[in-house]
């Protein structure tokens, strides 16, 4: 069982900028991708980003890449997203979570395992 804690949303302005983390348990990274998703009132949860730990490999959504930078800590269990220059839009929980495949990983189906979320919110 795979347990995964996100902290780090919060408010800002547009323009700001914020670091999620998403604390997983101990070995996950041997033997899951991690991914970033939100999902903004009424509308579907969306992909924002993903970590593949072979190869270092990372996937973004266009609507972020250049903005958002996903990166993860081996020895300390953690993945993040930093998020430069925050956009009202961007407003959403926002969740980790952890896939068992290497491919795919825009599908939030090929996740298994789904923190909790945090909040994020973007004012004008």
């Known amino acids: 069982q795979v347990q995964l804690v996100e902290s780090g949303g919060g408010s800002v302005q547009a323009g700001g900028s914020l670091r999620l983390s998403c604390a997983a348990s101990?070995?996950?990274?041997?033997?899951?991708?991690m991914g970033w998703f939100r999902q903004a009132p009424g509308k579907e949860r969306e992909f924002v980003a993903g970590?593949?730990?072979?190869?270092?490999?990372?996937y973004y959504a266009d609507s972020v890449k250049g903005r958002f930078t996903i990166s993860g800590d081996n020895a300390e269990n953690t993945v993040y997203l930093q998020m430069n220059n925050l956009k009202p839009e961007d407003t959403a929980v926002y969740y980790c979570?952890?896939?068992?495949?290497?491919?795919?990983?825009?599908?939030?189906?090929?996740?298994?395992?789904w923190g909790q979320g945090t909040q994020v919110t973007v004012s004008s």
């Open positions: 970590i593949r730990w072979s190869g270092r490999s990372t």
């Open positions: 101990e070995g996950t990274f041997s033997n899951y991708a």
């Open positions: 979570a952890a896939s068992p495949l290497m491919y795919g990983l825009r599908d939030a189906s090929r996740y298994d395992y």
